[in-house]
């Protein structure tokens, strides 16, 4: 048996009188992306807020390569390697790549900014995910297209050891060749050994890209599948549910 | 899902690599796409410089060049420190005022206190830091647009500064080392002392950069360019202190072909030294530390310098307390060259400020502009009334070329950003 990267048991989390989450459990793997779909209003980004340290859970168990741990702050979970790439990707388009890449963690010799060593450092990042979309690493984000930017986001993400990488909507706002784009970014990202969690809507790209798919219902995870062993149909059955996942979960 | 690909991805570059004809070709597209910097603000400078030349024979002379200079180091302050709010997309409506409630303060307790002068100014100077300070837990901590904190000020510090003066009141800046400032020149040889300084202080910052980029292993400009752009800081500040070294007193004409003896005016004047070194330390702050990155940030995407683990509230506030602290040097700056300080000082200035600012290339949403574009912004509406004044037209044609200058400024960089529509080059 595979130890999971995060693995999560009996998470509840409630706003007030809402139950968001009313004890979920996720799994997510080294190697393996890990699609999180739901309706609106399932509880995805709740979820996801509460991996990245944003909104601490109010209950359960958060496991991390079967330790036992707490995430009450971002620093916490950036210290574990627990990276969230937002939807709305939150990236100075003043600054250039290599700028935001290292933004809030920025390289210095003598106090100064040791420019050479984060242009080498982002280069090899983005080399290494075999990124052939980025002519120059001092390209400004303003000048960057949709698909560009996200793959920034990712390369800094992945920068700093991380463990886990949590895309929200990667491709939402993507044409057809830019999502191929970051997709295949996706797949090298979980095949260098990150647990990818991605959330999406859609589906076609879920079933191109993730190894195992977690369906959320009205705050409760009502499946947990490898994906050869499901078909969007159902997938689409337990979103809304007019199905019920009759099997065991991951 | 389709596999990696088989053969290995283009090495990425920086816009380092290449000859200097690479370099000159991306320094060009840079600009052709909208990265004019201060370009537009050099360009307009040099045209009004060369204008008036022509149509006044004094402008050009040594004595109205360092006028000149004395005249626009006031605004050139004033226009810095508003830099560093402008860069966050903020406004410091107080930073007039600011600057006159910290010349009141300087001049009151030299005069009527007999505090020693150095105190005094550091007294002021710590006002501007308090006064910063409370502007910044205002606006970032509080939550009020920096817009309508900073006009509250800029009318309740009118009526502070009134009250520190007294009514109707004025006060001679008697103290001579704050005269001096604007009135008084360095002695020629400390004036190229000075400039041997800042050369070698350029030189090996660049070779320092060089090396630490070498064992980073990335890619290095060529070495010619580096000399070639020192080559020309060197002539443009052998240039500048010679021509300052002049002396540039009014000639008294000669008897029986005997010139009259006249007191020499030479040397660099002494704010220069004063504004160049605050320029290059805050120049230095913004583009080599990361409280700079940070701040340009703040100013791009908060959102974003919020998520990087930035602390957002505490740039703002520090970005303001520079604004206000460096307000109080413009201030002391600008008694020492009216040698009165009254309850007026400074209550004009501020929106030339920002319009010296904007003039440079500064944007005023934020993240986009440098110390130097402020500078060269204060030059440029300092010549508009330096010459006009010389030509002998009235007050009110300083104002409406001034005004026109701004707009014209703000349409160029608008046009050429959305021709541009992105750029390349850093």
């Not at chain 1, 779909?37 to 496991?63: E, F, I, M």
């Not at chain 1, 044409?175 to 809507?201: F, K, M, P, Y």
């Amino acid at each position: 048996m595979v130890v999971p990267v995060i693995e999560l048991t009996g998470i509840v989390k409630s706003f007030g009188p809402v139950d968001v989450l009313k004890g979920v459990d996720l799994k997510a793997f080294a190697g393996k992306v890990t699609a999180l779909v739901g309706d609106n209003g399932a509880g995805k980004s709740t979820l996801v807020k509460g991996l990245a340290g944003v909104q601490p859970y109010d209950g359960g168990s958060v496991k991390f390569n079967g330790q036992e741990v707490n995430l009450h702050s971002p620093r916490e979970a950036s210290a574990l390697g627990v990276e969230v790439v937002y939807q709305d990707l939150a990236l100075a388009e003043n600054l250039d790549i290599v700028q935001n890449m290292f933004l809030g963690r920025e390289e210095t010799t003598f106090g100064t900014l040791d420019e050479g060593e984060m242009e080498r450092q982002a280069s090899e990042t983005l080399q290494g995910l075999s990124v052939r979309t980025v002519k120059s690493v001092r390209q400004k984000v303003s000048s960057l297209s949709g698909g560009q930017r996200q793959t920034v986001a990712i390369a800094r993400s992945v920068l700093k050891n991380a463990k886990v990488v949590i895309l929200d909507e990667p491709t939402a706002a993507l044409g057809v060749a830019q999502t191929e784009q970051v997709l295949n970014l996706v797949r090298r990202l979980a095949d260098s050994g990150v647990a990818v969690i991605i959330i999406s809507h859609n589906l076609v790209d879920v079933f191109k890209v993730a190894d195992y798919i977690s369906v959320l219902y009205l705050g409760t995870m009502v499946a947990s599948i490898a994906v050869k062993d499901t078909t969007s149909d159902d997938v689409v059955g337990y979103i809304t549910g007019s199905k019920t996942y009759e099997g065991t979960n991951v | 899902m389709t596999t990696t690909p088989a053969t290995p991805p283009p090495t990425i570059g920086s816009g380092h690599e290449g000859s200097i004809r690479d370099q000159i070709t991306g320094y060009f597209r840079g600009v052709r796409q909208g990265e004019m910097g201060a370009l537009p603000a050099i360009g307009g400078f040099l045209v009004l410089v060369i204008l008036f030349s022509f149509l006044n024979s004094t402008f050009l002379t040594p004595l109205n060049m360092a006028n000149l200079l004395t005249q626009a180091a006031t605004l050139m302050m004033l226009a810095m420190a508003l830099v560093f709010v402008i860069l966050l997309g903020e406004i410091d409506l107080s930073a007039g005022v600011t600057s006159g409630v910290g010349a009141s303060i300087f001049v009151v307790l030299v005069h009527n206190y007999q505090v020693n002068w150095i105190a005094a100014i550091l007294i002021a100077l710590l006002t501007g830091f308090t006064i910063g300070t409370f502007i910044g837990i205002f606006v970032a901590k509080v939550g009020i647009p920096s817009f309508v904190v900073t006009l509250g000020l800029f009318l309740g510090f009118q009526g502070l500064q009134l009250i520190i003066i007294g009514t109707g009141g004025a006060y001679r800046v008697e103290t001579p080392e704050v005269s001096a400032i604007m009135n008084r020149n360095l002695p020629i040889p400390l004036g190229w002392a000075f400039l041997v300084i800042a050369i070698a202080l350029a030189v090996g910052i660049s070779l320092w950069d060089r090396a630490r980029r070498t064992r980073a292993g990335v890619a290095n400009r060529p070495l010619a360019l580096m000399w070639a752009r020192l080559g020309a800081i060197t002539v443009a500040g052998v240039l500048f202190v010679g021509f300052l070294s002049l002396d540039r007193a009014v000639s008294r004409g000669s008897l029986n072909g005997v010139p009259i003896a006249h007191n020499a005016i030479e040397g660099v004047p002494i704010v220069v030294p004063i504004a160049v070194f605050i320029l290059w330390t805050g120049t230095f702050i913004l583009d080599r530390t990361r409280f700079g990155r940070h701040l340009y940030a703040v100013g791009g995407n908060p959102e974003a310098a919020r998520r990087a683990g930035i602390k957002v509230g505490m740039i703002r506030i520090i970005a303001f307390m520079t604004c206000s602290t460096l307000a109080i040097v413009s201030g002391i700056f600008d008694a020492s060259r009216i040698g009165v300080v009254s309850a007026a000082t400074g209550s004009q200035i501020v929106l030339s400020g920002v319009a010296a600012a904007v003039v440079g290339g500064v944007s005023l949403f934020g993240g986009r502009g440098r110390l130097t574009h402020a500078a060269i912004g204060a030059l440029v509406i300092a010549v508009i009334a330096n010459g006009l004044g010389l030509l002998g037209l009235p007050a009110g044609a300083n104002y409406l070329v001034t005004g026109g200058v701004l707009i014209l400024a703000a349409a160029f960089d608008a046009i050429s950003r959305k021709r541009g529509g992105g750029a390349l080059t850093r």
